[in-house]
């Protein structure tokens, strides 16, 4: 399902018991099939946003925050450049620890895709 203000494009895929809502967007390769696949948190930052992180069939974590559109490990180094040890870097550093310790970065096989196509 996806509902809301909700975006899935690009190569993106949701389905199985697979909720997309809110303010989500899933793009790029992303393959969301459980709610272990994706998550939504907010609002947090200096203009109270909404941060998507979702799993991609390579099992990358990516960020979308605002203009930002990348990996955890880029999405970590940007905040510590712009935000440093502040509220909002405080903020940022306790939701990467929470979606690294809650998504399932299981790597999607080709054969998987295929099979669901």
């Known amino acids: 399902r996806v509902s ?3 975006r899935v494009y690009g190569n993106a895929w949701v389905y199985g018991d697979a909720w997309v809502y809110g303010d989500a967007r899933v793009y790029g390769n992303a393959w ?3 709610a272990r696949r994706y998550r939504v948190s907010g609002p947090g930052g200096s203009d109270n946003g909404w941060l998507t992180a979702f799993v991609e069939k390579d099992g990358t974590i990516r960020i979308c925050r605002g203009c930002f559109d990348g990996t955890i490990d880029e999405f970590a180094a ?3 450049g712009t935000h440093g040890d502040n509220e909002h870097g405080q903020y940022y550093r306790s939701e990467i620890t929470s979606i ?3 998504l399932d970065t299981t790597v999607i096989e080709d054969e998987a895709l295929e099979a669901a196509e």
């Open 78 to 80: 940007a905040v510590e």
């Open 100 to 102: 690294k310790l809650r």
């Open 32 to 34: 969301v099939f459980n």
């Open 4 to 6: 809301g203000d909700a």
